[in-house]
């Protein structure tokens, strides 16, 4: 049984900064990548971020590039999500997500390419 267990979240002040954490167990995590993903109220999930296993390949939504970073350390079996230059347009709960596929050599980005969810972690960015 795979867990996942997000932390890190919390109210800014926009132009502020947030560090997103995940922690996973249950599988071998260095196999899988990992994605960030958050939902907004009335809106659907979207893609924010991807880190392929290795830790080589990444991915950003356009509307987050230039400003999060996405890493991981497979030591601790743990994927990060820097958050800078916060803006109120980013307030949403954040979710992390592990592939449904092993080794994948691309980086997923589909919000159904992902699985095992966590119970995500609320942001607020105020004006």
């Known amino acids: 049984q795979v867990q996942l267990v997000e932390s890190g979240g919390g109210l800014v002040q926009a132009g502020g900064s947030l560090r997103l954490s995940c922690a996973a167990s249950?599988?071998?995590?260095?196999?899988?990548?990992m994605g960030w993903f958050r939902q907004a109220p009335g809106k659907v999930r979207e893609f924010v971020a991807a880190?392929?296993?290795?830790?080589?390949?990444?991915a950003y939504a356009d509307s987050v590039k230039g400003r999060f970073t996405i890493s991981r350390d497979n030591a601790k079996s743990t994927v990060y999500l820097q958050m800078n230059s916060l803006n109120p347009e980013d307030t949403a709960v954040y979710y992390c997500?592990?592939?449904?596929?092993?080794?994948?050599?691309?980086?997923?980005?589909?919000?159904?390419?992902?699985?095992?969810w966590g119970q995500g972690t609320q942001v607020t960015v105020s004006s």
């Open positions: 880190v392929s296993w290795s830790g080589r390949k990444t």
């Open positions: 249950g599988r071998t995590f260095s196999n899988y990548g």
């Open positions: 997500a592990e592939d449904r596929r092993s080794l994948r050599m691309a980086v997923a980005t589909g919000v159904n390419e992902y699985e095992n």
